[in-house]
């Protein structure tokens, strides 16, 4: 079992930044792909940024590329997700998720274990 809490979601005006934080409980952390998806008011969850056990592999959605950085500190068992020029349409409740194994997909039935979620809103 994984249990997942996030943390560090708040207001923030457009352009600005905010850094996401998850901490996992978790045997042996780097067993475990982990990711951050989002779902804004009305819309389908969607997958925003994922990380491989070891740190040596991302993926990111379009519309955070070149804005948001995953990363992970395996010592700490923390999850992390930088997010920077926010737009308004970054605005959602964002999701840390996990997975045992080694292929990092982005459809949330991928994804056995969330955490409650922390909200963003950005602000024009």
């Known amino acids: 079992q994984v249990q997942l809490a996030e943390s560090g979601g708040g207001l923030v005006q457009a352009g600005g930044s905010l850094r996401l934080s998850c901490a996992a409980t978790?045997?042996?952390?780097?067993?475990?792909?982990m990711v951050w998806f989002r779902q804004a008011p009305g819309k389908e969850r969607e997958f925003v940024a994922g990380?491989?056990?070891?740190?040596?592999?991302?993926n990111y959605a379009t519309s955070a590329k070149g804005r948001f950085t995953i990363s992970r500190d395996n010592g700490q068992n923390m999850v992390y997700l930088q997010m920077n020029n926010l737009k308004p349409e970054d605005t959602a409740v964002y999701y840390c998720?996990?997975?045992?194994?080694?292929?990092?997909?982005?459809?949330?039935?991928?994804?056995?274990?969330w955490g409650q979620g922390t909200p963003v809103t950005v602000s024009s």
């Open positions: 990380i491989n056990g070891r740190g040596s592999s991302t």
């Open positions: 978790a045997q042996t952390f780097t067993d475990y792909i």
């Open positions: 998720a996990a997975r045992r194994g080694v292929s990092l997909y982005s459809y949330v039935t991928n994804y056995d274990y």
